[in-house]
T-cell receptor, first 116, second 115 residues
Framework: AQSVTQLGSHVSVSEGALVLLRCNYSSSVPPYLFWYVQYPNQGLQLLLK??????LVKGINGFEAEFKKSETSFHLTKPSAHMSDAAEYFCAVSGPGGTSYGKLTFGQGTILTVHP | EPEVTQTPSHQVTQMGQEVILRCVPISNHLYFYWYRQILGQKVEFLVSFYNNEISEKSEIFDDQFSVERPDGSNFTLKIRSTKLEDSAMYFC?????????????FGPGTRLTVL
């Protein structure tokens, strides 16, 4: 069974500082990997995803993530935090080869706070 | 931009009562999902739905739960006899195609409180 662990339920950074949100997965084969963001009173919005190919993936709003198979990780980064980045971030995995209907398995979420 | 909508945003009910949570997926999407998040816990998959039948369901999705697409636009989740532990945020999602790597588009959620 797949599982996802996000290290740190709360991360606080200063505006302009590096954002690093950690995600590790457990799967018998490398899964497909996703980062979603949730702003207050809104649904989960896809930031980026890794399926195959280049292991460094760029997403919206200046975020990127790197798939590291040897470390079973998919950490999310942004070089310079903005106040508007304050939200809850979810790492998720899906497939491949097993579930064919796209079921997502989520981590517990990380709340990002950005200080002026 | 098309979006998934959910109603109501907050539902309060008494234990043992039936509730129906409603979702309107994006119009050209074919695959539909329900997830839930109990306060302080992970977002959990409940069920996926395609071509008017359940494709996959989790252990959580027992006989108390059912899903339906009654009119070609709405997608509903019914809980027949609510329990205290059903209190959670319920998210609906839709996708234009089924694949493990396709994006799912999520609604804002319905917060269900069972008293």
């Amino acid at each position: 069974a797949q599982s996802v662990t996000q290290l740190g339920s709360h991360v606080s950074v200063s505006e302009g500082a590096l954002v690093l949100l950690r995600c590790n997965y457990s799967s018998s084969v490398p899964p497909y990997l996703f980062w979603y963001v949730q702003y207050p009173n809104q649904g989960l919005q896809l930031l980026l995803k890794y399926t195959t190919g280049a292991t460094l993936v760029k997403g919206i709003n200046g975020f990127e993530a790197e798939f590291k198979k040897s470390e079973t990780s998919f950490h999310l980064t942004k070089p310079s935090a903005h106040m508007s980045d304050a939200a809850e971030y979810f790492c998720a995995v899906s497939g491949p080869g097993g579930t064919s209907y796209g079921k997502l398995t989520f981590g517990q979420g990380t709340i990002l706070t950005v200080h002026p | 931009e098309p979006e998934v909508t959910q109603t109501p945003s907050h539902q309060v009910t008494q234990m043992g009562q039936e509730v129906i949570l409603r979702c309107v997926p994006i119009s050209n999407h074919l695959y539909f999902y329900w997830y839930r998040q109990i306060l302080g816990q992970k977002v959990e998959f409940l069920v996926s739905f395609y071509n008017n039948e359940i494709s996959e369901k989790s252990e959580i999705f027992d006989d108390q739960f059912s899903v339906e697409r009654p009119d070609g636009s709405n997608f509903t989740l019914k809980i027949r006899s609510t329990k205290l532990e059903d209190s959670a945020m319920y998210f609906c999602a839709s996708s234009p195609r089924v694949s493990s790597y396709n994006e799912q588009f999520f609604g804002p959620g319905t917060r269900l409180t069972v008293l």
